[in-house]
């Protein structure tokens, strides 16, 4: 008897493991990006990279939610001074059909740099995922006062 009971918490445990790993979203999310900047800093900085760690937790089957902090560096151009960032946001994860992934990301940036206050951060993306990689493209958006600090962006994301 006691040998069914364990077989049957394994299979369950396992069922419940597989069905929450065909998001490949719910977990430890680990980001890495590269990005052209455009807007406002478009003048000021030639490249952007930038980085993300999220918990995400599962609502559904196909929506993922969770805290995520960041760092976005803007590169300044020609001996100008660099950008960086610090988002810290809500993250949202949507799994579309055919292993496509849409996202979302809002909350603040706070500014790292000396000048920068920081501001409004959003991010919207679209991504394609295998298993637990996914590469993503993305815009990032971070108002600071009339000052628009973007970028567009491609980037790839692990799952732990």
Do not use: C
Not at 35 to 52: L, Y
Not at 99 to 126: C, I, M, Q
């Amino acid at each position: 008897m006691m040998k069914k009971l364990l077989l049957i918490a394994v299979l369950g445990l396992f069922s419940f493991n597989a069905a929450h790993a065909q998001t490949g979203l719910t977990g430890i999310r680990v980001g890495v990006n590269a990005g052209i900047p455009v807007g406002d800093v478009d003048d000021a900085s030639s490249f952007k990279a930038g980085a993300d760690l999220a918990y995400m937790i599962s609502l559904m089957d196909i929506v993922q939610v969770g805290p995520m902090v960041g760092y976005s560096h803007y590169f300044g151009k020609d001996g100008g001074e660099d950008l960086q960032y610090l988002p810290i946001a809500a993250s949202g994860r949507l799994g579309l059909p055919s292993s496509f992934v849409g996202g979302f990301d809002l909350g603040y940036a706070v500014g790292l740099s000396d000048g920068l206050d920081g501001g409004l951060y959003w991010r919207p993306l679209l991504g394609f995922r295998f298993m637990n990689f996914g590469i993503m493209v993305s815009y990032e958006g971070i108002t600071e006062d009339a000052f628009d600090v973007s970028s567009l962006n491609v980037g790839v994301e692990f799952k732990f």
